[in-house]
């Protein structure tokens, strides 16, 4: 790895990200663009470890639901698994006529 690169990642490493996104939401015209490259890469960093965690969310909640299906209806489940995956929906950009003709594969 470059020296610049390294100087990056102790940047990135630095870097409140929720303190960061929180400025940029709350002023998005003047803080989306003062935002230093660090930040912008922890943001991007932030970003991709979150959607994993949402992809691994989702496939517990619909574990979940089959589970309670299958053993003990469960309307908490149900609930839970309905509402993560009208999330990822919305955050795939998925319209509901989509999600329920099958034709979102994200």
Same mark, same amino acid.
């Given at each position: 790895?470059? =020296?610049?690169?390294? @100087?990056? @990642?102790? *940047?990135?490493?630095?870097?409140?990200?929720?303190? /960061?996104?929180?400025?940029?939401?709350?002023?998005?015209?003047?803080?989306?663009? *003062?935002? /230093?490259?660090?930040?912008?890469?922890?943001?991007?960093?932030?970003v991709e470890r979150f959607w994993s965690i949402c992809l691994e969310a989702e496939q517990l909640a619909r574990l979940e639901a089959r589970r309670a299906h299958r053993?003990?209806?469960? !309307?908490?489940? !149900?609930?839970?698994?309905? /509402?993560?995956?009208?999330?990822? *929906?919305?955050?795939?950009? *998925?319209? =509901? =006529?989509?999600?329920?003709?099958?034709?979102? @594969?994200?």
């Amino acid at each position: 790895m470059n =020296e610049r690169m390294s @100087h990056l @990642h102790e *940047a990135v490493a630095a870097v409140d990200v929720l303190g /960061s996104a929180g400025r940029i939401v709350a002023d998005p015209l003047r803080r989306a663009q *003062a935002t /230093s490259t660090a930040e912008a890469y922890a943001l991007a960093l932030a970003v991709e470890r979150f959607w994993s965690i949402c992809l691994e969310a989702e496939q517990l909640a619909r574990l979940e639901a089959r589970r309670a299906h299958r053993f003990q209806p469960n !309307d908490r489940a !149900d609930g839970l698994a309905r /509402s993560i995956t009208q999330q990822m *929906a919305a955050l795939r950009g *998925a319209t =509901e =006529e989509s999600q329920t003709n099958g034709r979102d @594969h994200s």
